[in-house]
T-cell receptor, first 110, second 111 residues
């Protein structure tokens, strides 16, 4: 069975500080991977997707970047956080027509 | 522009049913999914439809009309634990990897 794990579960960071969120998927070879962001009470917004190692496509950047260093790993990062980066970040992979999400990482920027 | 619209709130009574509506206007269509999301948790996949008609999955059923840009999720024999947000998501075929989510409908099931 496929499992997807995100880290950290939650972060409280200062404006201007760097951020790195990670996602690992097990049990699925060459998955299509996605990063989503959801502001509190807001809509899930697709940020990035990747279909293969080293290749990442941006949908909405929001002053964030993403990388896929390994087949089973997807990283979201920024060098300088903004208040507007607060929210819930979700990594996902696609099955047949549906998305399977990780547990999510809750980010609070102060 | 492209969009997926859902009513913000819906209330129903335990033991009855609830229908969550979704309308979409997109440049392409490559399937529609429904997810359940509880507060502070990740969405959980419920149903995926790509052809018109009703898909019965027991507690959840899904209807799609592509010509009308319309879908609904029907929950029957409601339980209190069905109280959650229900998200509609449309996969756009101009970019097969792009999915647009609605804002979600918060269903409150009353005793």
């Amino acid at each position: 069975a496929q499992t997807i794990h995100q880290w950290p579960v939650a972060e409280i960071k200062a404006v201007g500080s760097p951020l790195s969120l990670g996602c690992t998927i097990k049990g699925k070879s060459s998955p299509n991977l996605y990063w989503y962001w959801q502001a509190t009470g807001g809509t899930l917004q697709q940020l990035f997707y990747s279909i293969t190692v080293g290749q990442v496509e941006s949908v909405v950047q929001l002053n964030l970047s993403a990388s896929r260093p390994k087949d089973d790993q997807f990283i979201l990062s920024t060098e300088k956080l903004l208040l507007s980066h607060s929210g819930f970040y979700l990594c996902a992979w696609t099955g047949t027509g549906q998305l399977y999400f990780g547990e999510g990482s809750k980010l609070t920027v102060l | 522009g492209q969009g997926v619209e859902q009513p913000a709130k819906l209330m129903s009574v335990e033991g009855t049913f609830a229908r969550v509506n979704c309308t979409y206007s997109t440049s392409g269509f490559n399937g529609l999914s429904w997810y359940q999301q509880r507060e502070g948790q990740a969405p959980v996949f419920l149903s995926y439809v790509v052809l018109d008609g009703l898909k019965d999955s027991g507690h959840f059923s899904t209807f799609l009309s592509r010509s009308n840009g319309y879908s609904y999720l029907l929950l029957t024999e409601l339980q209190i634990k069905d109280s959650a947000s229900y998200l509609c998501a449309v996969r756009i075929d101009t970019n097969a990897y792009k999915v647009i989510f609605g804002k979600g409908t918060h269903l409150h099931v009353l005793p």
